[in-house]
């Protein structure tokens, strides 16, 4: 993916800063008589400005603001102060200008009043010298008192130029869902505003292209794009630097989708901009824009030439500069000129980083503070790789070991990355960095082949843990670490409410956008309701690790799991299989107490057929039921079954552990490795799915999201009940009530979509009759009932419909009995209405905190989702992870009522009998296979288990009685005989 330096809020300077003293502020602290000769000097400072005279400004507003400091004329000193901002901001002079910053706030501070319209542009400016840096940081701190001060005077277009000017700080530093949220906001409030500049419309209609572009959205980068163009073209044509911005915008995203000649006509127009006008601030921009179309369209002397002079136009001490470099190092790069890449790489790491020696191209920069993550994590995977192919081309090994260290440091940028930003852009970094982390995984496998040396083989294994399950990890690591840094409930629980209030409008916005005509006004009433909810979440985020600190150190002191570790964690008896699925292969890592392989899986074509045709034939009932009897199916399934196993599981070793688990990932996250086949099958003889040699039957399988969550010491749940089960009763249409229904589109679901089931009834109430418990049945299996009794049971026990969404997988749910949809004018009042509406969403789920040790979803589709690449399966199976449960049962498929209902109270029975979570769901699914002539792994394989092995069934106290009872008459007797043999002695 390119990612393109971000286009300065230009308009925002010289519309507000320049010409912009709100008119809604008159405190400024003038005095009694201001001085006519500083007010004079300050209009031409203005003019000059304008005009893109800077030089001639900056002298004139030092003037001005001598002047004024002598008399006292403390509005037009800050009127002067701005001006001159502006011109250090456009002569380049960013540095300087920063440099004025402390002594400038403190004499401010000392004149001006906080209602002063020196503050508002003072901050506005600050934020737009910080985003030329690269210090976005300080972008943000400066974007945020912007926003503050205009929301106290109302001031709604002010208010959305700092919305902008945020959005555009977190663009470029890679946080693009909080970059959406500000400049969606931006977007509502000009169109609340009848006056609204044509020219505001348009640059934040550009900012959404940018941020949809980044998000590899090309095709709405494109539409945002169109749309501002079409504003400039009717409304302000003259508006040359807008222009240009929306030409490369448009030029951008026509290059992502291949569409090479346009984009080249939108960025030679841009260039006639330039040279018509002669306007020639930021033209570096272009012609960088420009070298990055020849690169990618093979043409290296044309790269060349335009990103050279696109370097010579920038200044090397900022970020843009260290973009060039790093792409001009792409372009030796894949011309082979290797050590010339080199040299470029290192140069835009310096840019990019503090200095370091970068003549040494073994050199890496320590990262301290860094703020373009993007430009940095890139530019070092790609030097990594110029070291590769050097190793290669010159047969030194010292290039292999100095590419691993710097993978390491990309990996390292990568987490700081996923520290700081919110969900959703930690996924999309995730799936954006997954070819980084294949590559590093892969050359430290290499090195281990070479030099049979186990750390390489344990620096492989802890990149494919790095890449799995980060998110839930991290969520799962917050909740304890919060508990035990001792943060008071009422703060914890406000930051619950917050994170159910964003979600709720989340949905709001999700499902407006899915009718053929959505309502813009509620959509932008919505995303202003998330907006105002992030920001205090944001707030009490930094409250909570400066107020305290024991939960700041506690965070950021997680230690990293080892393959060595690993091993000594794990119990006797026991392997585990973790898999990583990258863009180029397949890699996998199995090991016990006693050894470890690390090894490239041989996922050839064979393979992948074998495995689509397993996948796609245990989600077709319909298949099944026609032809899933027939001897050709059977012997179709069985070699298969046979083939997948041979390339997932043979080459991790010949010996099957007596318990095994599974790391999986990519598609083999929706793979039960129990239906695999340990030999070869007679394909001539066999008849019947119940006689094949399955996995199963000779260990029992597991699974978990990383191998840190499944090492995890458990928690220890005080729960004041067993058991709660709970099976609604929904419509009497009998003609889909065979399965566990499965509905999968983008809408909101609806009662009238879920028929009636014929079994989830009795299961549930002989599931309580046996292990002890509550029953919740028909109209009592409520969604609030449920919520009434969540914090109880140490287990929960779902017999019911599940919904998939495929738009958004946290939209997906659960359906209680009484499930209705019920709006106000179209319109939820607010979160609280659905908390029994019948409808439990994935996103309310990851908003519960759950006592419960087991969740059971005996539903259909509980474990699929849209996979997330690094993180698994988005599914409600995860969703009950995240909300604390250590163990959910899942199912896979399109669940058969009749086969959950008995698989499930054979499950139950054997946990009864003390078996391990593992074994028990095992010996159900033998159980059936024994009995049930209707024996396609589609019937009993759906089901598999997230978690530990740990029995549920605890000693009965009379058993400890009883065993207390013989120890003491053990005792007695003792002492008893002791004195009958000491008195024959004496």
Not at 309 to 323: E, H, T, V, W
Not at 412 to 428: C, H, K, N, P, T
Not at 574 to 600: I, K, N
Not at 703 to 722: D, Q, V
């Amino acid at each position: 993916m390119k990612t393109t330096f971000n286009w300065p809020p230009f308009l925002l300077l010289l519309g507000v800063v320049l010409c912009g003293q709100s008119p809604n502020i008159q405190t400024d602290g003038t005095a009694d008589s201001p001085d006519a000769e500083a007010a004079d000097l300050c209009t031409k400072a203005g003019i000059f400005s304008e005009a893109g005279q800077y030089d001639s400004a900056l002298v004139y507003a030092r003037k001005a603001g001598s002047l004024a400091e002598k008399a006292k004329d403390w509005y037009n000193w800050g009127k002067s102060q701005n001006t001159a901002l502006e011109a250090y901001y456009g002569l380049g002079q960013y540095n300087e200008a920063i440099s004025t910053f402390p002594v400038l706030e403190q004499k401010a501070q000392a004149v001006l009043p906080a209602d002063s319209s020196f503050w508002g542009n003072y901050y506005n400016a600050a934020g737009a010298i910080y985003i030329m840096t690269g210090n976005y940081e300080a972008a943000l701190k400066y974007g945020l008192k912007e926003i503050s001060f205009y929301e106290k005077i109302d001031s709604l277009t002010d208010l959305a130029i700092a919305c902008n000017n945020i959005g555009a700080s977190y663009r470029s530093r890679g946080d693009f869902d909080r970059a959406l949220e500000y400049t969606q906001s931006a977007l509502r409030y000009f169109l609340s505003e009848p006056q609204t500049a044509p020219a505001d419309l348009a640059w934040t209609y550009g900012n959404l292209s940018k941020i949809w572009y980044r998000k590899n959205n090309p095709q709405k980068a494109v539409a945002y794009a169109e749309k501002a163009l079409s504003i400039i073209e009717k409304q302000c044509p003259d508006d040359f630097q807008l222009k240009i911005q929306t030409y490369v915008d448009l030029a951008n995203a026509c290059i992502e989708i291949g569409a090479y000649e346009k984009a080249q006509d939108y960025l030679q127009k841009a260039l006639r901009i330039h040279a018509q006008n002669k306007f020639n601030d930021q033209i570096e921009f272009t012609l960088y824009d420009l070298g990055y179309l020849y690169e990618k369209m093979g043409l290296y002397p044309k790269a060349t030439e335009y990103l050279r002079r696109a370097i010579r136009s920038g200044s090397p001490n900022l970020p843009f500069y260290g973009k060039a470099c790093r792409h001009m190092g792409l372009v030796e790069q894949q011309q082979g000129n290797l050590r010339e890449a080199l040299r470029w790489q290192q140069q835009a790491l310096r840019a990019l980083t503090d200095s370091f020696p970068c003549e040494d191209i073994l050199a890496n920069p320590a990262i301290k503070r860094v703020s373009v993550y993007t430009d940095l994590m890139y530019c070092l995977s790609e030097k990594a790789q110029s070291l590769r192919l050097l190793a290669q081309k010159e047969s030194n090994s010292a290039f292999l070991e100095a590419s691993l260290a710097t993978f390491d440091v990309a990996a390292g940028v990568l987490d700081s990355m996923r520290a700081e930003y919110q969900e959703g852009s930690q996924i999309f970094w995730n799936q954006e960095a997954r070819p980084i982390i294949e590559s590093a995984l892969e050359l430290a496998l290499q090195l281990y082949q070479n030099t049979k040396d186990a750390r390489y083989l344990d620096q492989a294994f802890q990149y494919a843990e790095k890449s799995k399950a980060f998110l839930l990890a991290e969520a799962l690591r917050e909740s304890a670490d919060k508990q035990q840094a001792g943060i008071p409930d009422t703060l914890l629980q406000k930051e619950k409410q917050l994170k159910i209030d964003i979600a709720f409008y989340k949905k709001q916005v999700f499902l407006e956008q899915q009718k053929t005509k959505a309502d813009t006004s509620r959509l932008l009433l919505w995303q202003g309701e998330i907006l105002q909810r992030r920001r205090a979440y944001d707030a009490l985020l930094a409250k909570l690790e400066s107020a305290y600190p024991e939960y700041y150190q506690i965070k950021y002191r997680h230690p990293i799991l080892t393959l060595s570790g690993a091993q000594q964690a794990l119990p006797a008896g026991t392997g585990m299989l973790e898999f990583f699925q990258g863009d180029r292969g397949s890699f996998a890592f199995y090991f016990d107490q006693s050894h470890a392989v690390g090894l490239r899986l041989a996922t050839d074509s064979i393979y992948t057929g074998a495995l689509n045709r397993l996948l796609d034939g245990l989600r077709d009932r319909d298949l099944v039921t026609e032809q899933g009897r027939s001897t050709a199916a059977i012997r179709r399934f069985a070699l298969d079954a046979r083939t997948v196993y041979r390339v997932l599981l043979a080459p991790a070793g010949e010996k099957i552990p007596e318990k095994l688990v599974v790391i999986p990932d990519g598609r083999l996250a929706y793979l039960p490795f129990e239906l695999l086949l340990t030999k070869n099958a007679d394909t001539n003889s066999v008849q019947a799915y119940n006689t094949l040699p399955y996995l199963l039957r000779q260990t029992a399988v597991r699974y978990e999201y990383s191998a840190g969550l499944a090492l995890k010491a458990p928690s220890h749940h005080h729960s004041g009940s067993y058991f709660a089960g709970y099976a609604p009763a929904y419509g009497d249409d009998w003609s889909i009530a065979a399965t566990r229904d499965g509905r999968t589109d983008c809408r909101g679901p609806a009662a009238s979509d879920f028929a009636r089931l014929s079994n989830n009834e009795d299961e549930v109430m002989n599931i309580a009759k046996l292990v002890g418990g509550q029953a919740f049945v028909a109209g009592e299996a409520t969604e609030l009932q449920f919520r009434k009794h969540a914090q109880g049971p140490r287990v929960v026990h779902f017999a019911m419909h599940g919904f998939l969404n495929d738009c958004d997988p946290l939209y997906s749910g659960l359906v209680f009995s009484g499930a209705a949809f019920k709006e106000k004018d179209g319109v939820r009042s607010d979160s609280i209405a659905e908390d029994n509406d019948g409808f439990l969403h994935a996103y309310e789920i990851y908003n519960l905190h759950l006592n419960a040790e087991l969740a059971v979803l005996s539903a259909c589709n509980t474990g699929r989702g849209q996979l997330a690449k690094g993180e698994g399966v988005i599914s409600l199976a995860r969703a009950f992870k995240y909300a604390g449960c250590a163990n959910v049962m899942m199912s896979l498929w399109q669940a058969d009522d009749r086969a959950t209902a008995q698989i499930m109270q054979d499950f139950y029975r054997h946990l009864q009998d003390g078996l391990g979570k593992d074994e028990a769901i095992r010996q159900a699914k033998l159980d059936y296979l024994a009995e049930n002539p209707r024996n396609h792994p589609f019937f009993w394989g759906a089901f598999v288990l997230i978690g530990d092995d740990r029995p549920l069934k605890e000693p009965s106290n009379w058993i400890w009685y009883g065993l207390a009872l013989i120890l003491a008459g053990s005792g007695v007797a003792w002492w008893g005989l002791r004195k009958k043999v000491k008195s024959r002695i004496s």
